[in-house]
């Protein structure tokens, strides 16, 4: 249950969008999209993730003599 509230953060961000479709058994979904501006701050947490995983990376592999 801890995702939808990340999604509806991240819509209210301004990341996401979401539209409300009826369902034909149960409640009506949801369905979420990527924004431009989320593809934007996706492409920017994706280089500060590899810039740190490159980092420990870095740190706790031994270096080769």
């Known amino acids: 249950g801890a995702i939808y ?3 509806r953060s ?3 961000s301004g ?3 979401s539209r409300v479709e009826p369902s034909e ?4 979904r949801r369905y979420y999209r990527i924004t431009d501006e989320g593809r934007r701050a ?8 590899r ?8 740190a706790v592999t031994p270096a080769k003599a």
């Not at 996706?42 to 993730?49: F, H, M, P, Q, R």
């Open 5 to 7: 509230p990340v999604l």
């Open 15 to 17: 990341l996401l969008d």
């Open 42 to 49: 996706l492409a920017e947490w994706l280089t500060v993730w």
């Open 10 to 12: 991240l819509a209210a």
């Open 51 to 58: 810039d740190m995983r490159s980092f420990v990376d870095g």
């Open 25 to 28: 058994v149960g409640p009506p």
